[in-house]
């Protein structure tokens, strides 16, 4: 009966411990239209987004297991948003240097001019490959 019990709790013990921790980040000072789109797709924990004029930024957390589908993803997210933002140059990553950046920007509430050269650098940081 000992040994039933003694197993029986170390089952529960690992089984609960196992999962990853839900963890969902949307800020609340984003574009609802960003929100609503990013919301719709199971395979996304969350993300930061930055919108100014011409641009729209969005760094995307993707599930661990989803990473393997991270550039269709990216595509299909863009592809989205380039529907509802038409007349903005839309850039959609999972790249966590460029969602370092957009924090960065979002912390420091950046306006017009230095908001447009923090947005090309970010735009330049994407491109490079590591």
Known sequence: ????????LL??????CSDEAVHTVYPSN????IEEEIKHHDSI?????VVDK???LVAID???????????IEKKITKALEKK?????VLVTGDLKVKWEIEKIIDQKLKSKKLTKSIEEIKSLSKEET
């Open 30 to 33: 984003t574009s609802p239209e």
């Open 1 to 8: 009966m000992h040994k039933i019990i003694t197993v029986l």
């Open 85 to 89: 933002f038409p007349d903005k140059e």
């Open 62 to 72: 993707i599930k661990r297991m989803s990473r393997f589908n991270k550039e269709k």
């Open 45 to 49: 924990k969350g993300f930061q987004s």
């Open 11 to 16: 089952f529960f013990f690992l089984s609960a």
């Open 54 to 56: 011409n641009n729209v």
